[in-house]
């Protein structure tokens, strides 16, 4: 039974008042209507009535009608607080404010939970609109999913302490107005958890079976005791819940429920609540899956449907030993720990920061997911959003999955919805089988299939390397001469590369002028931007091309050719232009489903593939954009979604196209890239933010569930606005999730004066080539930590491809494939196979503490080259350097007129370095331009070359002594003919 407690509103005073809570700076005595007003507060069917606690910018009085409060909230901060007559133990469901407006306003009403020492414990906010005020108004806060909840740390979802007080704040949106916000509290409703799923009744249950499956679906609509494998894969599941435009949640466990029989593996649910909602559902048992379709939602109350959760949870036991993760498709994937998902946590991810309609739990042999079943061909699709919800069934250590399905249902309308599956296997690629097959992913064309003869015979071995135009060669800060970019794309060694242009167009400027994207004023004109592809293919790489076809700029030629953003913008609910802002940059999101801005987006990529002869195209953000209603003339629910995945697939059949890849999956049926937050390490420090708990106590790591389900359909990389593959950390991340490698070409100055030069781009080269290249287009079968402290994983691939990678800051013991031993690896370091044989590792050496690209020959790792990356294990910074300094002087030679350059070592500190009996072997890069002299004292220059050409080369020197290697700095010299 429930345990409900109710604050209603009363003009009567049947107890004295209860002191003002110590603690509260920002309350205020009580005086005048607020001491005279009380509130009835009914815990456990026990009434009270008690005055307001505290309040603040507000003012309480009676209204003459029983059972009613009349709150005036003023000002840009506002509250009023009841007090328990008693400690409640925090076990609550959901708290609902039950409000009749007087003088609605626009704004944020929040609830805040305190304990006796005024500690905040909870705080959720729900909007509050005008136009909702058409009669009672129900707001409903699911104290299980509060945002700032501390627990006990015993993982029984336990407070610490008992609650003493519910505070209403509100925040209006006009913080200047003098009107108040004046609205009737009819009351508060606080509703305890529902207790253990144990005490949930069997009795006239129905059994579904369905060979060796089962579930009881009971009277009230409840799935209990779901059986597969052998195992319970759920002991409970609450079916529905239906969320209002203004927060308001209504759920099953409310609903009087009809269940009958349709089938031995098929049940039909009626769920109605009076007022609010009716639901017809189907319930269908398969093997290794339950089906909820709700073949019919209707809305019976004022406001619009905007979400239906289906289920609205389903509960997963937390085993006592063994490792239980929960996987989430944020940003590509994150684990949730065992500690996490048992303290009452809740977390929502939805699109478009989510790569796939799936979330799960994984065990040590078992795996229980939740998904949508939307194929390509159902129109409209319905985004959604997924979580974990932090158990309500605390004394049984359960915690549970919700999904969300974007419902639109307007006042008196009804609609049918997809289907959600619950899907159990021995491992999370059992879920992932189950999902793609019920979508029909299976049949979308693979990777290869998508790319053209020559891209399909070079792109799995090349880099992705981004030419910033407007800082092409430089710091943060643009150099202003894109005809560096010639000379850097000419130097480059290794290869080929996936060459991405950006700021070439207009002004230069990134976020400028878009979709001014074929003007090409800041490099000179279109003979230019040719000269520049031609230089990419010159030298063996591909060309592709940074656009945005989501958000434009009003000041832009394009957009004015079209009449100006009033007749190509998206319109919110508001009827207000949707702006778009990125650095100072003010832009308008555009309709792509009307026939001009869409005509306009085709014929620019045809230019791009026809004139100039791009082998592929970037078009930013077509997988971020949020998958809201669009208020737009003409444009039907879902607009928005249909238009980019439409637009997409037209693109698409133009030219490869790659994006920023960390919205819904159903774009990757025609994406070729898609360059995401699969490395969580990029954006900030991994040890403060994913190795520990957050701000919110929560612990989470990185998992690669984005490349796990698409990793044969789609080629992934890093985000290609991010620093790229440049730290040894990053390279471990990235071949464990099976990413392809990227840098960026504004950094090269750095790597340069650290020593580095062109070295670390040469070593991911190597692994592009000799790693990830042997897993391009191939599915993923397998990922899963190897060790306790989730310090090294393994991944596989089709085709016998393995990775076992360390993720540890210290050098550490991989196994080898087979029984061939084990290898100690760099910090970070990883091991790669094929077919049980090693191939590449990163191996750690005590006199190179960064380590050695090794091949495996012979039985054995042969060092290939020295490892150069940007930090060392995973600290952010530019300090790791060579082993000695190498400086290039320019000399000026009178009788050619040429430059040739004095090579010197020194130590990194700048203090000479004695040579005697080292040898010394010099390394050059660029042999056709430059040659190196050696002079009678001895003195090593590097100078032109015989008949050679103007260009750049590098130079780094090997110092032995003792058969001890050590690495000079790599100096870059311009040498002109």
């Known amino acids: ?38 509130v009835s507060l009914v815990v456990d069917g026990v009434q009270h009535d008690l005055p307001p606690t505290t309040v603040y910018g507000t003012t309480v009085g009676a209204t003459g009608t029983e059972g009613q409060a009349r709150v005036t909230m003023t000002g840009k901060y506002s509250e009023f607080s009841v007090a328990f007559p008693s400690p409640y133990e925090p076990h609550l469901a959901r708290v609902s404010v039950w409000l009749t407006g007087a003088a609605p306003k626009q704004g944020n009403l929040w609830l805040k939970i305190f304990d006796q020492d005024n500690e905040e414990w909870g705080t ?24 700032r909840m501390t627990w006990s740390g015993a993982g029984d979802g336990k407070l610490t302490y008992p609650l003493r007080r519910l505070v209403l704040v509100f925040f209006p949106d006009d913080k200047q107005s003098a009107d108040p916000f004046v609205f009737d509290v009819d009351s508060v409703e606080v509703v305890g958890d529902g207790g253990p799923v144990s005490t949930w009744s069997r009795a006239g249950a129905l059994e579904l079976s369905s060979g ?30 239906v969320y209002y435009d203004n927060g308001t949640g209504v759920f099953s466990d409310e609903a009087e429920a009809d269940v009958t029989r349709v089938a031995a593996d098929e049940a039909a649910v009626s769920l109605t609540v009076p007022g609010f909602f009716a639901a017809d559902l189907t319930v269908r048992l398969r093997a290794g899956s339950l089906e909820l379709r709700p073949t019919a939602i209707r809305n019976l109350w004022s406001r619009p449907i905007l979400r239906v959760a289906c289920p609205e949870v389903a509960h997963r036991v937390i085993p006592a030993d063994g490792t239980m993760l929960g996987i989430a498709p944020k940003w590509g994937g994150l684990a949730h720990t065992r500690s996490v998902l048992a303290g009452g946590f809740y977390a929502n991810y939805g699109m478009p920061t989510a790569t796939h309609d799936l979330i799960l739990f994984e065990e040590d042999d078992s795996a229980l997911g939740v998904y949508s079943v939307q194929p390509a061909s159902v129109k409209p699709y319905r985004p959604t959003q997924f979580g974990f919800v932090g158990t309500r069934a605390r004394s049984e250590a359960l915690t549970g999955l919700m999904h969300r399905v974007d ?387 393994r991944t596989a691939f089709d085709g016998g491809v393995e990775i076992v990678a360390s993720h540890d800051l210290q050098p550490r013991a991989l196994q080898l494939p087979g029984s061939l031993g084990t290898v100690t690896v760099a910090p970070h370091g990883f091991v790669a196979g094929e077919h049980g044989t090693p191939t590449y590792a990163l191996i750690d050496d005590a006199h190179h503490r960064p380590g050695y690209l090794a091949r495996w020959e012979n039985g054995r790792f042969v060092r290939e080259l020295a490892w150069y990356p940007a930090d060392l294990a995973g600290y952010r910074s530019d300090a790791v350097h060579a082993d000695l300094r190498l400086t290039a002087t320019p000399a000026e030679l009178p009788a050619g007129g040429t430059t040739r350059a004095a090579l010197a070592l020194a130590a990194w500190d700048g203090s000479p370095v004695d040579l005697t009996g080292a040898d010394v072997t010099w390394e050059l890069d660029g042999g056709p331009i430059a040659r190196l002299d050696t002079d009678a004292d001895g ?13 750049w080369a590098t130079v780094r020197a090997v110092v032995t002594r003792d058969g001890v290697p050590a690495y000079s700095g790599v100096e870059l010299v311009e040498i002109t003919a």
């Open 1 to 38: 039974m429930k345990r409900r407690t109710f604050l209603a509103g009363t003009a009567a005073v049947s107890v004295p008042a209860v002191p003002v809570v110590a603690g509260q700076a920002s309350a205020a005595p009580l005086s005048g209507d607020d001491a005279a007003a009380t």
């Open 407 to 793: 419902a639109w249902i307007a006042p008196g309308g009804s609609e049918a919805l997809p289907a959600t599956r619950l899907a159990a296997g021995s491992s999370a690629f059992d879920v992932f089988a189950a999902y793609r097959a019920d979508n029909r992913m299976n049949s979308w064309r693979g990777l290869t299939d998508k790319l053209a003869p020559g891209l399909r015979a070079g792109l799995a071995d090349s880099v992705h390397l981004k030419v910033d135009l407007w800082q092409p060669t430089g710091d943060a800060s643009a150099t202003g001469r894109p005809e560096v970019a010639f000379d850097y794309l000419k130097a480059v060694p290794g290869g080929p590369y996936s060459v991405e242009l950006a700021s070439y167009y207009s002004d230069g400027q990134h976020d400028h002028h878009y979709p001014d994207f074929l003007t090409f004023d800041y490099l000179g004109g279109p003979a230019e931007f040719q000269r520049l592809i031609d230089t990419i293919h010159d030298r063996g790489h591909y060309a592709s091309a940074y656009t945005n076809p989501t958000w434009w700029h009003p000041d832009s030629r394009a957009v004015a050719a079209l009449g100006g953003v009033e007749r190509i913008g998206i319109r919110d609910g508001h009827g207000k232009l949707v702006t778009k802002t990125h650095t100072n940059n003010l832009g308008y999101l555009i309709g792509g489903w009307r026939k001009a801005p869409r005509a306009l987006i085709l014929d620019q990529l045809r230019t791009f593939r026809d004139t100039y002869g791009m082998d592929m195209m970037f078009q930013d953000e077509i997988a971020r954009r949020e998958y809201d209603y669009a208020a737009d003339f003409c444009a039907p629910p879902y607009a928005y979604c249909e238009e980019l995945v439409e637009q997409t697939e037209q693109s698409a059949a133009i030219l490869p196209i790659g994006t920023e890849g960390v919205g819904g999956d159903r774009l990757f049926q025609s994406l070729a890239s898609s360059l995401g937050f699969y490395l969580n390490t990029m954006q900030r420090d991994r040890a403060g933010t994913y190795d520990g708990p957050n701000r919110n106590g929560v612990v989470v790591q990185q998992w690669p569930l984005g490349t796990a389900v698409m990793h044969d359909k789609v080629a992934f990389y890093p985000h290609n606005l991010d620093r790229g593959v440049d730290t040894t950390e990053n390279l471990s991340w990235a071949l464990a999730f099976g990413l392809n490698l990227h840098y960026q070409a504004q950094h090269m100055a750095a790597d340069f004066r650290a020593g580095r030069g062109f070295e670390l781009l040469k070593g991911l080269s190597l692994v592009q080539k000799r790693v990830a290249g042997r897993y391009f287009g191939r599915a993923m079968t397998a990922f899963r930590y190897l060790t306790e402290d989730l310090k090294v994983s």
């Open 124 to 147: 959720l906010a729900s909007r509050i609109d005008p136009a909702g005020f058409d009669g009672r108004t129900r707001v409903t806060f699911e104290p299980q999913r509060l945002s």
């Open 212 to 241: 060796a499956d089962r579930v009881l679906v009971d009277v009230r609509g409840r799935l209990l005791d779901w059986t597969s494998g052998g195992r319970v894969q759920s002991p409970g599941v609450l079916p529905l819940a």
């Open 939 to 951: 003195s090593v220059w590097l100078a032109p070359k015989q008949g050679g050409t103007s260009g």
